[in-house]
């Protein structure tokens, strides 16, 4: 077993704490759980709440730039292939993520659950409490809303929306404590 790091946790006290790589104008917050053997990477100018679980068992985690993951957030690993979100993606609260990709400008709004090994395409939302199934594709621009309704979102809003990510991630490294040292090993 891996030496721990202080202020890391891992899931299992038998589970070893992954690799990690983190940029150093990433924020991440205290009581952040990693587990696992495969890398995990996370991007310049991320931002991981408190209470986020990120486990790599199965294959490696890689965070894009300018990504937010929110509180209390599952970031599973699917397979060897590993979980690779995109940059700008915002994970919101209590989301569960299996997927394998997430696309650049997307996000995943309140309680979203992807499914092991999903793959969702760049700019799509999901909105609150939806479901995508195991393996399933979710083209570019998808909006996903209610019953697993889907329509195409031809607003032409990427770029504002990344403009948008960027004030949130600047107002959050003046309101969060970072804690990154305390993962590195």
Sequence with gaps: M??????????????????????????????????GIYPITIGANSIIHPRCKLNSSDG???????????????LIAPDIDGLVLGDFVLIEVNCSIQAARIGEGSSAEVGVRLGKASRIGNNCTLS?????????????LTVIYGENQRRIDS???????????????????????????KYNR
């Design 2 to 35: 891996a030496p721990k790091r202080s202020g890391a946790t891992s899931s299992t006290s038998s589970t070893p704490l992954p690799p990690l790589s983190i940029d150093p104008t990433a924020v991440l917050s205290d009581a952040i759980s990693f587990s």
């Design 128 to 140: 609150p409490l939806t479901t995508v199934s195991d393996r399933d594709f979710i083209p570019d």
């Design 60 to 74: 490696p985690i890689i965070i894009g730039a300018n990504c937010i993951i929110s509180e209390k957030t599952h």
């Design 155 to 181: 607003s032409g809003t990427g770029i504002a929306r990344c403009e948008i990510i960027l004030a949130h991630i600047e107002c959050l490294k003046k309101l969060l404590p970072n804690k990154a040292e």
